[in-house]
Every structure is written in structure tokens, then in C-alpha cells.
């Protein structure tokens, strides 16, 4: 019992110390800002712009039975596949480009072989 009063002193000392620390470490903490987009939307508004820009190009009856594939990342469109003219890829450019979400547009079409 006489080193009841000694134990009461050590616990008050290391609480004084710890008290503070546990204060200082918590302040530190980093807090992330939150994105304007997380990677899940992204995919999601890569999907919806890739099925905007595909039902775009079905509805022009000059591109609607060309093989071309599209792939969307981060509103960025690339068209790719054959088509028969110059004019034909101009005009799948310029579809693509009307389309809302699509940032920029990124061709690798190419003239068919005759």
C-alpha cells in the first residue's frame, strides 16, 4: 500500500504525456479532398459517351454499316476500323465530335483496300 501513492503520480505523468502526443498525431492526419470524378463514375461516363457516340454513328444511314469500333477513356473517343472515303471519316469525326460528354476524338480509321 505504501506504493499506491507513487503509482498514482507515474499513471498522472504518463498521462500528460500521452495526452498531448495523442492530440499532436491526430493533427496530423491527412485529409484527402474529394475528386470531381471517381474511377467508378469515370467508367460509367466512358460507357454512357462510348454508347452515345456508337447509336450516333448507327443513326447516320452513311456510317451505319461501316465496321468501326469505338473505346472511350476519360471522354477521350478513338474510332477505329475501315471505312470507303475520306469524306466518310470526316463525317465520322464530325458525328462523334456533336456527341455531349466527348471530350476529344482520336482517329484510327483507315481507307479500305480496293
Do not use: W
Amino acid at each position: 500500500m505504501r506504493n499506491a501513492p507513487y503509482i498514482k503520480i507515474r499513471l498522472l505523468i504518463v498521462a500528460a504525456f500521452a495526452l498531448p502526443a495523442l492530440v499532436f498525431i491526430n493533427g496530423c492526419k491527412s485529409t484527402s479532398t474529394p475528386s470531381v470524378t471517381t474511377p467508378g463514375e469515370t467508367a460509367t461516363d466512358d460507357a454512357a459517351v462510348a454508347a452515345r457516340v456508337k447509336q450516333a454513328l448507327g443513326a447516320d444511314p452513311g456510317l451505319r454499316s461501316l465496321p468501326m469500333s469505338v473505346a472511350t477513356y476519360r471522354g477521350v473517343v478513338q474510332l477505329s476500323g475501315y471505312v470507303d472515303s475520306e469524306a466518310q471519316i470526316q463525317k465520322a469525326l464530325a458525328v462523334t465530335r456533336g456527341v455531349p460528354g466527348v471530350q476529344s476524338v482520336s482517329s484510327e480509321l483507315h481507307l479500305r483496300p480496293q
